[in-house]
């Protein structure tokens, strides 16, 4: 009678007890459990919030929250039927437009899209060659290509040529076959780590490129971590004008990227926002010297400082791949340098590229490090493989023997004496263009230089004028310089084929200033309004697309072009 009063819920508690103390573990268990998973869930969402808010502040936080608010935003506006064909049909004109301009058509063009059916003559194919190397091109040969080219000098040029041709068979992956391949390869690591004062502990590898040694170098971290830290949830905090590379290795190995502002008048990393954002997740730390866009040298002592403070320390990469056989003998060539190398203390892994201003062919690089225990954490290994046991160092399997051989050809034939008196030359015109964006009467009041420069770049904004209109004016005129954003401004990587043509380049970037100049009075006078005139390939990418909120339609854009790469 009593227990028909009973709550349901009460009664069915009790009968559950008393049917099988089992089945109360069983519900105690779960409850437990899901209250377990629902604190452990707070706890890591309170850590990261409390992480984002230490590593970006409050109104950091807040920029970001309102970024991300107006992207979002601003791709539901993107995907509106009516805008999305429209927005589709300008990206098809656009991407159209460059097809014309990069795959050549008509009747005059042959095309091969399969195998001749007999295979050609070698003099058919010489000449087939010579055509191809004739096609209208911007001038590299003449000096008017920023970077791209660093030297293309006809001796080195013919002696490279030569050294491929004798190790044109070779593969490294073979030692045995290929002995004088991997003396080669390690000397070339040897001579490299000495230019950087590496300490006699050091290690190297050759890489296929700039971007595979800052692929490896973040590779390495990041087992680093995760074999003697656990680190599971990697991140990495790199200036915002560290090479795209480190976005891609962020990309392709899970690492969260975190960027830090490199604001005006120095556009050096910002440090303390570098200290603030370092947390147990943090696997690496990144500096330039010098970056890409703006050719500044981070402080790298500072951020050595912040590697060091970490307990057991954290690794710091710089990336020499563009100072390359520059910045190591600056001061040897006469003139003012800063500390960027193994002697800073906290430095672990530099990349330098031998195919930037070591003059070797496209396709060599290093990635160096403080002791081989970093080196052998980008080492591939699989003991099992049916094929064999099989060891590689970085990423490619086969690699071009040829290629080493022509790096190594390059390097012994330069030399020191060389490689200062190219530092002489090419940081000689940079400082010649420097001096006069600055002081020249006709640039000094239009134009300004983005910080300190030390090496082969400087890169100028303008504060009267549109810097895309100049950079295509610049093109009109026959130059390749490249187009920066954020803040928007233009570079020149002075090469020794630039060298070459430095007052030209000085007297033309005069000439568009005036004329953009002009142009503008006359937009005044006529009452019309900033815009207004056809834009020019900058403009209309940097100027119109890169300012929306959103770079969904800059990736489509920059998705065709790589598409039209491939059409044959
Ligand atoms: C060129 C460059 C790289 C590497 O680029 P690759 O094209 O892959 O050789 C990396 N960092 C900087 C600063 C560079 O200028």
Known sequence: MGSSRMPVSLRNTLAATKASSKGNYLNLGTDLLRNLIFFFFLLRWTRKAALQLRGRGLFGTTVDAYTSIRRTLYGIFLRFPGVRSKVQAQVNEAIAKLEGKLVPKGPGVSRYLTLPKEGWTEIQVRGELE?????????????????????????????????????????????????????????????????????????????????????MACLSARQKA???????????????????????????????????????PSYTVHVPSVSRLINSNTILLVGSAP??????????????????????????????????????????????????????????????????????????????????????????????????????????????????????????????????????????????????????????????????????VVAFTSQTLNVYDLADAMSAKGWHLNALQSPPAIHVAVTLPIVAAVDRLIGDIVAVVEEEKEKERVRIVEGKGAKGGAKGDAAALYGVAGSLPNKSVVVQLAGGFLDTLYKA
């Open 226 to 264: 995760y074999t003697e830290r656990g680190i599971t949830e990697p991140e990495m905090i790199i200036p915002e004008t560290a090479h795209a590379a480190f976005r891609k290795a962020g990309s392709y190995f899970g690492i969260k990227v975190h960027l830090v502002a490199c604001p005006a």
């Open 291 to 456: 970056n890409f866009p703006h050719g500044i040298i981070d402080d790298i002592p500072a951020l050595s400082r912040l590697a060091l403070r970490k307990k057991g320390s954290l690794p710091l990469h710089v990336d020499c791949c563009l100072g390359s056989f520059i910045i190591p003998f600056l001061a040897r060539a006469g003139f003012p340098t800063v500390q960027y190398d193994f002697s800073v203390k906290g430095v672990t892994s530099i990349s330098c590229d031998t195919h930037k201003y070591g003059f070797a062919p496209k396709g060599n690089s290093t990635l160096l490090y403080r002791n081989s225990a970093l080196r052998t954490y980008q080492y591939f290994i699989s003991p099992d493989w049916s094929g064999g046991v099989y060891a590689s160092p970085s990423i490619a399997g086969s690699r071009p023997g040829a290629l080493i051989a022509s790096c190594w050809a390059s390097l012994m034939s330069q030399g020191e004496s060389g490689y200062i008196s190219s530092c002489h030359s090419i940081v000689g015109a940079r400082q010649k263009i420097e001096t006069a964006i600055r002081e020249n009467p006709s640039l000094r009041d239009d134009l300004s230089v983005m910080g300190k420069p030390l090496v082969s």
């Open 131 to 215: 055509k191809l190397g004739e096609m209208v091109h911007t001038r590299w040969e003449d000096g008017l290509v920023s970077g791209a080219v660093y030297h293309g000098g006809d001796s080195l040029i013919k002696l490279q040529a030569e050294a491929f041709e004798k190790f044109s068979v070779a593969n490294p992956i073979h030692p045995d076959v290929f002995p004088g391949v991997r003396k080669m390869e390690a000397e070339i690591v040897a001579m490299v780590l000495a230019m950087f004062n590496a300490p006699a502990a050091a290690a190297g590898v050759t890489t296929g490129g700039g971007t595979e040694s800052i692929l």
